[in-house]
Every structure is written in C-alpha cells, then in structure tokens.
C-alpha cells in the first residue's frame, strides 16, 4: 500500500470509530488529527470536508463488500438467476449485521446537516453503477429483457431491503435474522425482480 493510501485509510479507521462511539458533532477534525498524526492540512488534502469524511468512513465497508461480490460473480460464469440470489443473500447478510444498521441508522441522523443526505446519495448511486453493470451484461446476453439497468438495480435494492433492512432499522425489529430466513427472503425478492425483468417471448 503506498503511503497516501495507508494515510488515507488511517484517517478513515479513526473517523469511523470516533463517529460511531461519540457521534458527528462530538467529533472534531483536531481530535482526529491528533490521533492519526500530521495536521489537519493532511486530512483535507484526502477528504474536502468533515462532512465528505463521515460520508466516505461511513461508506468503506459497504463499497469494498459490493464491488468484491460483483466483480466475483461477474467473473465467475455463474447463470445469472443463481449469481443474484447469491448477491442478494450475501448483501442482505452483510447489510443486516448490527454494525452495518447501527451505520445506516447514524447516516440517517445526520442527512439533514451539511449536506451529508446528498453525499451519501452521490455515493449510492456510484455503488449502484457496479450492480447495473452486471445486470446490464444479463441483459446483453438476453437472461434480462433489455431495459434501464441503473434503474433496475435501484429496484433490485428496493425489493431485497424491504422484508428484512426496513424492519431493522426502524426498530421494528430488533434480533438480526438468521441465515435461512435471509436466503428465504433473497429467493423473494430476486424471484420478484426476474418476474418484472424476464426476457419477452416472441
């Protein structure tokens, strides 16, 4: 890893655990800074603002376990009904974990200050970007009817959220499902997804 790189990561480990145990406002950039080492020129000269390094410390875990489980089912060959049940139950395992609410629901918090909803938006969107790729070469190869692949991942994450994520983070629910009832609710939504997306017969 080269140097800016590890730094950057060193202020996003400090970020991330200062925001969750003391929360947005608690946390300075000063005390950040006076963790990790340097001034708070270096920090700025990695994140624009203390508002885009919330965001972005947030976000790290969520970005790196999607664009790893689309780049591997992509390059696994696997049919395209069995690769999105597997994304779908993995992302419904990695998205209900404790710790991935408890990060959702402080994102939430705080989507009013600052700008913080519309950079965390901006940066859905991109993570979105991976999944529509992939969806998009289902639809190339004809598994998909053709359509708006952007728009068909935004409901592909619409359907695999609603039965399990929504519950969790409105508190709703408060025990983290098990591993059959997340397969049992992938198979759902996914089965749902593939109704409104099956390829037109002529």
Do not use: W
């Not at 994304?87 to 991935?100: K, R």
């Not at 629901?105 to 992939?134: D, Q, W």
């Amino acid at each position: 890893m080269k140097k800016r790189d590890a730094k950057r990561q060193a202020i996003l480990d400090t970020a991330y655990r200062l925001f969750r145990t003391q929360g947005f406002d608690a946390t300075s950039i000063s005390e950040i800074t006076a963790l990790v080492g340097g001034s708070k020129a270096t920090i700025y000269s990695h994140f624009t603002s203390k508002e885009e390094l919330f965001v972005e410390c947030m976000t790290a875990a969520l970005e790196d376990y999607i664009t790893g489980a689309v780049a591997q089912l992509d390059a696994s060959g696997t049919d395209p009904e069995a690769a999105l049940r597997e994304f779908g139950a993995n992302i419904l395992n990695f998205g209900s974990s404790p710790d991935m609410v408890a990060v959702r629901r402080l994102i939430i918090a705080e989507a009013g200050r600052s700008g913080i909803g519309k950079l965390f938006f901006t940066k859905i969107v991109a993570l979105r970007t991976h999944v529509a790729e992939l969806l998009s070469k289902f639809m190339d190869s004809g598994a998909l009817r053709p359509d708006d692949a952007d728009f068909a991942a935004s409901q592909l994450r619409a359907l695999l959220e609603a039965e399990i994520l929504e519950p969790l983070l409105l508190n709703v629910r408060e025990n983290s499902p098990g591993q059959q009832e997340i397969e049992l609710a992938a198979d759902r939504a996914v089965s749902a997804f593939l109704r409104a997306y099956a390829p037109t017969v002529r």
